[in-house]
């Protein structure tokens, strides 16, 4: 290297030149310092100034595709974009709610669940998307009536949040079950089923949010805001919950570049 190159990049360890025998084969594997040092110039010498990358221009004329993330959400269909009172009604109940939660967490996690309750593990994706969502959604079929003298059949409908369930999940557990619910609504419809345990998983996330949650949440708020957009018959029960959700992300959690304008 030129004295240039030199000045521009000084040698961590300056090394004098390597006085070696005649003998040495710089092919094989150094058996001393020194071999090693003389190896390394050798090899820094042949090391040209500027390295030109050799591009195919054909492969360039080829259709790419460009992936990219909205880092917002998709605006309120007209008319029904929540006003800034609502949204500030919903944030202190939510508040509400937590503190409430929190104070009796302790209540509820001693109380025996119902013989039928089987909590699934927290690594047990698709046991919790039946326990949340019941077969009846999660396996898209059409089922009879429930015969009202038996009551209620959880295991096909699903699990409501309830205070003595929701108490005995831990912060991964609740992480990893909201990873799974928003996993799933990432390709269906918004539900009843859905919207509540969404809810009950947002009163339970702690603050300040961990990483994998701060991303989840904001996932969820996003599509929320297009399946707002799609919403056929503009079913107002369903707006009304999406926008809920997106104004507990973004004024609640404080991700506040994805809050609906106020109408």
Same mark, same amino acid.
């Given at each position: 290297?030129?004295?240039?190159?030199?000045?521009?990049?000084?040698?961590?360890?300056?090394?004098?030149?390597? !006085?070696?025998?005649? !003998? /040495?084969?710089?092919?094989?594997?150094?058996?001393?310092?020194?071999?090693?040092?003389?190896? @390394?110039?050798?090899?820094? %010498?042949?090391?040209?100034?500027?390295?030109?990358?050799?591009?195919?221009?054909?492969?360039?004329?080829?259709?790419?595709?460009?992936?990219?993330?909205i880092s917002g959400c998709q605006p309120a269909p007209e008319g029904?974009?929540?006003?800034?009172?609502?949204?500030?009604?919903?944030?202190?109940?939510?508040?509400?709610?937590?503190?409430?939660?929190?104070?009796?967490?302790?209540?509820?996690?001693?109380?025996?669940?119902?013989?039928?309750?089987?909590?699934?593990?927290?690594?047990? *994706?698709?046991?919790?998307?039946? /326990?949340?969502?019941?077969?009846?959604?999660?396996?898209?079929?059409?089922?009879?009536?429930?015969?009202?003298?038996?009551?209620?059949?959880?295991?096909?409908?699903?699990?409501?949040?309830?205070?003595?369930? @929701?108490?005995?999940?831990?912060?991964?557990?609740?992480? %990893?079950?909201?990873?799974?619910?928003? %996993?799933? /609504?990432?390709?269906?419809?918004?539900?009843?089923?859905?919207?509540?345990?969404?809810?009950?998983?947002?009163?339970?996330?702690?603050?300040?949010?961990?990483?994998e949650a701060h991303s989840l949440i904001r996932q969820l708020a996003?599509?929320?805001? *297009? @399946?707002? @957009?799609?919403?056929?018959?503009?079913?107002?029960?369903?707006?009304?919950?999406?926008?809920?959700?997106?104004?507990?992300?973004?004024?609640?959690?404080?991700?506040?570049?994805?809050?609906?304008?106020? %109408?």
């Amino acid at each position: 290297m030129d004295g240039g190159a030199e000045e521009l990049m000084p040698r961590l360890l300056p090394v004098d030149d390597c !006085d070696l025998t005649e !003998d /040495f084969d710089p092919t094989v594997p150094p058996r001393t310092p020194q071999e090693y040092l003389k190896r @390394v110039q050798i090899e820094a %010498s042949r090391c040209p100034d500027v390295v030109v990358a050799q591009i195919d221009p054909r492969k360039l004329k080829k259709k790419q595709t460009v992936n990219f993330l909205i880092s917002g959400c998709q605006p309120a269909p007209e008319g029904y974009s929540p006003t800034l009172k609502w949204q500030q009604q919903q944030v202190a109940h939510f508040s509400t709610v937590r503190q409430s939660l929190n104070k009796h967490r302790n209540h509820w996690r001693s109380q025996n669940l119902d013989s039928n309750v089987a909590m699934p593990k927290s690594e047990d *994706e698709e046991g919790w998307k039946k /326990f949340c969502l019941g077969e009846r959604l999660y396996s898209e079929i059409e089922m009879l009536p429930d015969n009202e003298d038996l009551g209620i059949d959880y295991i096909k409908v699903g699990f409501p949040p309830l205070l003595s369930i @929701v108490s005995r999940m831990d912060q991964a557990t609740v992480t %990893s079950v909201l990873e799974y619910l928003i %996993s799933w /609504f990432g390709e269906k419809p918004f539900t009843p089923e859905l919207g509540r345990w969404l809810y009950a998983l947002l009163a339970c996330l702690e603050k300040p949010l961990l990483p994998e949650a701060h991303s989840l949440i904001r996932q969820l708020a996003r599509r929320c805001s *297009e @399946v707002r @957009v799609l919403e056929e018959n503009k079913n107002e029960e369903n707006i009304s919950a999406l926008n809920l959700i997106i104004c507990l992300v973004s004024r609640y959690f404080d991700q506040y570049d994805l809050a609906d304008e106020p %109408s």
